[in-house]
């Protein structure tokens, strides 16, 4: 594809001269332990926010706002729990001017070194040999986040204007579901993000290593729990073992009954509502770079229950899937503990695609669970429930930003992206679409393998670096559609 160059050399050049800033910066923010899902490191979520406030004041940002979301709903074990605050910025405000929202999640997964990590993860670690940077959130979503405020800062440093005005959108809560921001958008949406042309996102991977991608579908993700509980404490099985009905036996007969080892779901209606595969978009997975060995090596295993790319691709991007996460409750150290555990919740999810209704398959979900229930017989006492919920999100690859994506793509890796969909969801990127009535773009910095959730999650220097020039070009090319 051939395309009319913008002169950004002294733009890009830049970039590399700010590598050793950029790195520092990135390192203060992986420092702060904001994991949104641990209600005791909360505090450390609310710190993160106000680091990214500092930086934004540093960068000359206008109008920043800590925007309050109240008091997080149930089900939490502080009942009093805050939500963590949203943070909006703004560099420029010029009406001859498109204008840009990026938005990124400041919260990341837990992280604790007993996972088998081979560095503390709260610590950057540069592998100076490699060339890349460890620690929880490099790549998900601290790397692209302060991406972007990196991109700010080499338009500084070279008195070079922004071609755009940017809004940036930054929240603590996307790893827990985005709580509280649908109402927050769809509040601004004639305020604070009035006249926003265009949402771009950068919290997605390339599909491999090698080659980058620019993506226009995600799943969505509805998250449930199953609470059984019986006995007043948790008791000894030698004592009460074969005298009273154990709520972790009931969990895991219903549990055993969402899904096969073949990764089909169990729950009637579901696959009714999955849209048809048309020949059209079939064709589409024949062109796109990925292999078995790709999925093996990210995996770090062969257990893939499919045997050839184009299958892998469905499953991954336009079929429903059904994960079983975790008991709460249950005995889960080493060794032989012959405890009954009177209370434990069974945490599970459904990541949805088109055309499946969230309401529709919350009701499908809560009736098929508990008509297994009461099969049981049980007296012990229980409850389903959704946890979050988030929706799917498809788009057009051909539209303005993805073409001006695909040029600053062009310009940093020498290569055409390829167009692909992801699995994970990203719950406000319809939110915005439909709130906004405007576009969005997803453009990812990491790489496939870069373990995001994972023990060892890294981010290449190449692709931290590289994914700045991406950004900053992006919005370049974007400015003269
Ligand atoms: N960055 C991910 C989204 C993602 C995951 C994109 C995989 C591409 C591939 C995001 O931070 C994330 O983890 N989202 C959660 C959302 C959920 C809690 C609703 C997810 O997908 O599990
Ligand atoms: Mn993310
Ligand atoms: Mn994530």
Redesign the pocket.
Known sequence: MSYEKLPLDEFYKTIDELKPQFIQRLKKAIAIPSVSSDENLRPKVVDMAHFLVDELKALGAQDIQLKELGVQPPPVSNPNIKLPPIVLGRFGNDSNKKTILVYG?YDVQPAAKEDGWATEPFEMYHDKSKDILYGRGTT??KGPVIGWLNVIEAHKKLNLELPVNLLVCFEGM?ESGSLGLDELVAKEANEYFKNVDQVTIS?NYWLGTTKPVLTYGLRGCNYYQIIIEGPGADLHSGIFGGIIAEPMTDLINVMSKLVDSQGKIQIPGVYDMVAPLTKEEDGLYDDIAFSVEELNAASGSKTSLHNNKKDILKHRWRFPSLSLHGIEGAFSGSGAKTVIPARVVGKFSIRTVPNIESGKLDQLVFDFITKEFEKLQSPNKFKVELIHDGNYWVSDPFNSAFQAASKATQDVWNVVPDFTREGGSIPITLTFEKELGVDVLLLPMGRGDDGAHSINEKLDISNYIQGCKTLGGFLHYYSKT
Request: hydrophobic share 0%; charged share 80%.
């Open positions: 999640h998900d979503d996307e919290d």
